[in-house]
């Protein structure tokens, strides 16, 4: 079963970037659907971006779409999530997540794999 590692997190204002990277154990890292969640302090985990096995289609919340991006690198065995814009409201720890599906999923449950995850606070 592949293995993930987040990383990238950290302190930011609020208008800055950041990028997390999560990187899979596996070679058969290309046959997942990958997703990104989030936690907020206090809240249940949510949605906020997927993206297909081969790249090709992403899917993303309403409350990202316009400032984050989710992109993979198959050959590093790695998926990536480009975070700009950031608000206080994106303070949360962030996980990545593998599904063995074509399907970008939006629910926790669908994922079979989850990483440790990566903590972004945004002040104001």
């Known amino acids: 079963q592949v293995q993930l590692v987040e990383s990238g997190g950290g302190l930011v204002q609020a208008g800055e970037s950041l990028r997390l990277a999560c990187a899979a154990s596996e070679r058969t890292f290309g046959m997942y659907t990958m997703g990104w969640f989030r936690q907020p302090p206090g809240k249940e985990r949510e949605f906020v971006a997927g993206?297909?096995?081969?790249?090709?289609?992403?899917y993303y919340a309403d409350s990202v779409k316009g400032r984050f991006t989710i992109s993979r690198d198959n050959a590093k065995n790695t998926a990536y999530l480009r975070m700009n814009s950031l608000k206080p409201e994106d303070t949360a720890l962030y996980y990545c997540?593998?599904?063995?599906?074509?399907?970008?999923?939006?629910?926790?449950?669908?994922?079979?794999?989850w990483g440790q995850g990566t903590q972004v606070t945004v002040s104001s």
């Open positions: 997540a593998a599904a063995k599906t074509p399907i970008i999923y939006t629910t926790s449950f669908q994922y079979d794999t």
């Open positions: 993206i297909n096995w081969s790249g090709s289609s992403t």
